[in-house]
């Protein structure tokens, strides 16, 4: 169950919403009621190469001290 974040195109208020299904409709706006809100592209949880699953933690790349 993925958490959208919305924006309201009649008042701007941004707001989140948790979203059961694919087929949920989007929800109104909870400070205005108006059913005109757009979806916004958020940044979503990143995982850097490296970092194992799980591990709770950044881990920082090992440098071997250059041999010449």
Avoid at 21 to 42: E, M
């Amino acid at each position: 169950m993925p958490i959208y974040e919305y924006v309201c195109q009649d008042c701007d208020h941004q707001f989140e919403y948790l979203k059961f299904s694919a087929s949920d409709d989007d929800p109104q706006c909870p400070s205005c009621n108006s059913p005109k809100v757009r979806k916004l592209i958020s940044a979503g949880a990143v995982r850097p190469n490296g970092i194992a699953r799980g591990s709770g933690g950044f881990k920082a790349p090992s440098c071997a001290p250059s041999g010449g």
